[in-house]
């Protein structure tokens, strides 16, 4: 009989973590300089449960003056000359080695890559006189599922821990060639659909404002960087809410655009190629210029002329609002399945009384259809082979299912694995969902006003950005305030407005539950331990109008300013 050969031996799981934690500690320890390198996992409990203001207290003045500036500053004083992409490259690289060791947010420090570049960036100035590009100079972190040349892409996945990218994907050639420097990959969870980040490779990122608490899902990394000043411009993925999610929990901006106006070959996921929702790439940033300068950026490149799915819309930068232009915004208090928690009802209370004293603002209660059914048709198409595929690379390696990977595609029971009949099934009730939406929203136009005038139809809508602030760590199993938009295929942003009051946020004596889901929801709402945390909101417009979503909110926001 012959002898059969031996089984080449696997590595423990945890060897393989152990190696991407070395591997990682080991791009930041050239950066870490005045402060000690990052802690273990074990050790975050001797840092303080608030981070935020760590920065201001630990770093050169110069080096905080830098990082505190918006995007917008920054590209503005990097064209002018009055300060060196050097400088500002390893102000930003010395906050995001000090940002991981607070929050555990990155995967790979890019110091000599990004030092090279700076100097690059320098010699070109000093020759030519001018910048490169519109992003001359400027740090930009990335979600490490979006692929750089020669580095790792793991989606979250022990078992893809040595895959790498073989070439930059198209969106970081665009923003190279207008002058960016990467200088960060960042955290994502296992699997990639989780509103949380908590992988076997690299643990759970924290929240900057109290790391008992979520910095939020899949694209937490960006969140927790940004919000501690890391970075002030990033890259995002979304198809549930993982930009607008960690945005929210970490009081940054995140917009999540209408699919095919960015580019995303090359990104890094299992199920490649199943698109029944699109996933988006987008930015997060700590200004809406910020956003604004990306999306700019990205679609004045025209990328569909290399990317034939990108759909051939160039960006309008000169959309405005003025004074005379009326609109009319509507409100989505609850969607009739969750309460959101009470911060965010007085946050949307606030905002509302403040758009009412704008004289062209109009605001009307918008009633939410049937948003049940849309997360029953949304979470039917994330995993149409059944979660096969993920399950398939979590045992390839060994490793545990993490909490929230378990919820969602195990105990999920709309997941299941779909017949070519099923598939059309479904991917009809997405399209006559989204048909009756539009209805919906066409109807509020409707009749006449007391002059014999059309009543006007609603521009964007203004709604939670998900039921409460920033949960604890693997609760957030809540996707309906920001997924709904991912099926509808709806531009959204997110943005800061306030934060936790522990006197004024109290609950309702007389909470009466919606639903099984909202009365577990509402349980998971304590005053005291979210006191202080950011309350982010959401403004959501039509598809492609994702300029209009961006311009209405620069117009409030500057009008809240002028008026108030």
């Not at 296992?190 to 899949?218: C, F, K, W």
């Not at 655009?257 to 996933?279: E, H, L, N, Q």
Request: proline fraction near 7%; hydrophobic fraction near 40%; charged fraction near 20%.
């Amino acid at each position: 009989m012959a002898l059969l050969s031996k089984a080449k031996q696997k590595r423990p799981w945890q060897d393989v973590a152990k190696e991407a934690q070395r591997y990682r500690d080991t791009s930041i320890v050239v950066v870490t300089g005045d402060f000690p390198a990052k802690p273990g996992r074990d050790e975050f409990s001797e840092l303080p449960k608030n981070s935020s203001n760590i920065p201001s207290r630990t770093l050169h003045p110069r080096d905080i003056q830098i990082t505190g500036s918006l995007p917008e500053e920054l590209i503005r004083v990097l064209a002018s000359g009055e300060l060196s992409t050097t400088d500002v490259t390893t102000a930003f690289l010395r906050q995001a080695a000090l940002a991981q060791k607070l929050t555990n947010c990155i995967t790979e420090l890019l110091p000599e890559r990004a030092l090279s570049r700076a100097k690059e960036l320098d010699n070109y100035f000093i020759q030519h006189k001018k910048p490169v590009g519109l992003l001359h100079g400027l740090p930009i972190s990335v979600k490490e599922m979006i692929g750089m040349k020669d580095l790792g892409l793991n989606a979250g996945y022990v078992a893809w821990w040595g895959k790498t990218a073989t070439k930059d994907v198209y969106i970081l050639q665009i923003l190279w060639n207008a002058g960016a420097v990467f200088h960060a990959r960042t955290t994502q969870p296992q699997s990639i659909m989780h509103l949380e980040t908590d992988s076997n490779l690299y643990g759970v990122t924290v929240n900057p404002y109290n790391r008992n608490l979520s910095a939020g899902g899949s694209s937490r990394g960006e969140g927790a960087l940004i919000s501690i000043r890391g970075s002030s411009l990033g890259i995002g993925s979304d198809i549930g809410g993982s930009i607008r999610c960690p945005a929210a929990n970490c009081g940054i901006y995140g917009f999540k655009p209408t699919s095919f106006r960015i580019p995303t070959d090359g990104w890094c996921s299992t199920m490649a190629g199943a698109d029944p929702i699109p996933g988006v790439i987008g930015p997060m940033s700590t200004s809406l210029e910020g956003i604004k300068l990306f999306m700019r950026t990205i679609i004045e490149a025209k990328p569909w002329l290399r990317e034939p799915a990108v759909i051939p819309i160039p960006w309008d930068s000169n959309l405005e609002i003025s004074d005379d232009q009326p609109l009319k915004i509507g409100i989505i208090w609850n969607d009739g399945v969750v309460t959101p928690h009470p911060p965010i009802t007085r946050a949307l209370k606030e905002t509302v009384s403040r758009l009412s004293a704008i004289p062209n603002v109009t605001v009307v209660d918008w009633k939410p259809y049937l948003h049940d059914e849309a997360w029953a048709i949304i979470s039917s198409l994330y995993f149409t082979d059944g979660g096969a595929e993920d399950a398939a690379t979590i045992a390839q390696s060994g490793e545990p299912w993490r909490p929230l990977t378990k919820w969602m595609i195990k105990e999920n029971p709309c997941v299941k694995k779909l017949s070519p009949q099923k598939l059309y099934y479904w991917q009809e009730e997405r399209e006559a969902y989204r048909k009756e939406h539009a209805k919906v929203w066409n109807d509020i136009a409707m009749g006449r006003d007391g002059s014999g005038h059309l009543r006007g139809m609603v521009d964007v809508i203004l709604c939670p950005a998900g039921p409460g602030v920033a949960p604890a760590h693997n609760t957030a199993k809540y996707w309906g305030y920001t997924s709904q938009w991912n099926l509808l295929d709806y531009p959204a942003i997110v943005f800061p407005v306030s934060k936790v009051d522990k006197i004024m946020d109290v609950p309702m004596k007389d909470f009466k539950a919606m639903t099984n889901v909202d009365e577990d929801n509402w349980k998971l709402y304590d005053a005291n331990e979210f006191d202080g945390l950011p309350i982010s909101l959401q403004l959501v417009g039509r598809r492609f109008e994702d300029e209009k979503v961006l311009a209405i909110l620069g117009y409030i926001t500057s009008a809240f300013s002028r008026v108030l």
